[in-house]
């Protein structure tokens, strides 16, 4: 069974401070894990993905997420936000044997103040 | 230009009409699958298919059917809507080829039952 929480649903930061939205995984089996990113009226964008290897993943965007297994984290960042910015994202985790399926956090929706 | 594509984007029915949304993808994907999204509930799938004729429930599947008839269409069928089914509704689709298995989404479509 896998499961997501993505701390905080709602994140403000001003334009140009760091975004951290947070996500924290539950996988009976190593996880690949994504971000995804959705602008208003569209649909999902895939921002990132961990598979294997370098634990530190570079995005779109100017985003980047850490996994941490001693954690079971896999936050987003970026380091200056911009006005772009503003939409949800929502992490996503997949066994990486079996099936496709993608299971889903609740989103965090990020605004930008100007 | 590699896409999923859903119709109608947005639609408004009625309890009990039958209704189909359709789902297409022109990258020749062997997976394609239906989520639907609600406020504070993220993503969760209703049903998959890993192939043609090949169908499975996800994990919200009562009051929906699909079919996989031909490998780039997947239909969602509501045979008889009702007001919870109101919801914005994705399909998404990837290759089976090499983990991990990067799921494209089509624009969602937004459906409303009275």
């Known amino acids: 069974a896998q499961s997501v929480t993505q701390l905080g649903s709602h994140v403000s930061v001003s334009e140009g401070a760091l975004v951290l939205l947070r996500c924290n995984y539950s996988?009976?089996?190593?996880?690949?894990l994504f971000w995804y990113v959705q602008y208003p009226n569209q649909g999902l964008q895939l921002l990132l993905k961990?598979?294997?290897?370098?634990?530190l993943v570079k995005g779109i965007n100017g985003f980047e997420a850490e996994f941490k297994k001693s954690e079971t984290s896999f936050h987003l960042t970026k380091p200056s936000a911009h006005m772009s910015d503003a939409a949800e994202y929502f992490c996503?985790?997949?066994?990486?044997?079996?099936?496709?399926?993608?299971?889903f956090g609740t989103g965090t929706r990020l605004t930008i103040i100007p | 230009e590699a896409q999923v594509t859903q119709n109608p984007r947005y639609l408004i029915t009625v309890t009990g009409k039958k209704l189909t949304v359709t789902c297409s993808q022109n990258?020749?994907?062997?997976?394609m699958s239906w989520y639907r999204q609600d406020p504070g509930l993220g993503l969760r799938q209703i049903y998959y298919?890993?192939?043609?004729?090949?169908?499975d429930k996800g994990d919200v599947p009562e009051g929906y059917k699909v079919s996989r008839k031909e490998k780039r269409n997947f239909p969602l069928i509501l045979e008889s809507p009702s007001p919870n089914q109101t919801s914005l509704y994705f399909c998404?689709?990837?290759?089976?080829?090499?983990?991990?298995?990067?799921?494209?989404f089509g624009p969602g479509t937004r459906l409303t039952v009275t």
């Open positions: 298919s890993m192939n043609v004729e090949v169908t």
């Open positions: 961990y598979t294997t290897g370098a634990t």
């Open positions: 998404a689709s990837s290759t089976l080829g090499a983990k991990p298995y990067e799921q494209y």
């Open positions: 990258m020749n994907h062997e997976y």
């Open positions: 996988s009976s089996v190593p996880p690949y």
């Open positions: 996503a985790v997949s066994p990486n044997f079996g099936n496709e399926k993608l299971t």
